[in-house]
């Protein structure tokens, strides 16, 4: 007797928090919109820093869709292996390396571009003409994200004598690069949720 009490508690707790989540679906996709936006804006503002753009050169350098952005190529001697930089540190060689590379330039261009598309993902919660496009800008811009998985070689833990190396061990980098086809499926979502307000606008009228 008791069991069933309690497993109609359950049950009616279950309901409340159901028709409580259903009917927050709104909000929490615009909360999703606000999250897309805090991270490209930080993230590409940060692109505007020396130890940040030094980063994202072995993804440049040997992406197929941006390497030819930049002034040297991965297989000239004078290459980005020779010249990285760890986080925080600042080698006056690397840099002019990097400068004569191209590589600050290309990442003012790459920042001011992620910036912008946080910027229209988040107009999207009261324009969703312009959230459609942030969203789908954030899908096309995370497959080329993703695509460092094949193009980048820093994205696998190296062979260096340990038994773990090569797929599926990612890296550090490689971390990094795979959560975005968490932002990929965000990019889809708030898109939908826009073009889905768009019909509802229009049926209305």
Request: proline letters at 4%.
């Amino acid at each position: 007797m008791q069991n069933n009490f309690l497993l109609q508690c359950f049950l009616s707790i279950m309901e409340k928090i159901i028709d409580l989540l259903a009917g927050l679906q709104r909000p929490f996709i615009n909360f999703l919109r606000i999250g897309i936006f805090i991270v490209m804006a930080w993230i590409g503002g940060l692109k505007a820093f020396q130890y940040e753009a030094d980063g994202i050169i072995p993804f440049v350098a040997n992406s197929p869709f941006m390497s030819f952005m930049l002034k040297s190529k991965v297989s000239d001697v004078d290459n980005y292996k020779l010249h990285k930089n760890k986080e925080g540190e600042v080698i006056p060689e690397n840099i002019q390396w990097h400068k004569a590379n191209g590589t600050y330039v290309f990442s003012y261009g790459l920042g001011t571009v992620i910036v912008v598309l946080g910027i229209l993902v988040l107009l999207g919660i009261w324009f969703p003409k312009i959230g459609i496009w942030g969203g789908i800008l954030t899908f096309g811009m995370s497959i080329v994200t993703l695509s460092f998985l094949i193009t980048t070689p820093e994205t696998w833990v190296p062979n260096l004598g340990g038994p773990d190396f090569g797929f599926p061990y990612l890296s550090a980098a490689g971390r990094l690069v795979v959560k975005d086809v968490i932002m990929m499926g965000a990019g889809l979502v708030v898109a939908s949720e826009s073009a889905k307000r768009i019909k509802f606008r229009r049926e209305v009228a």
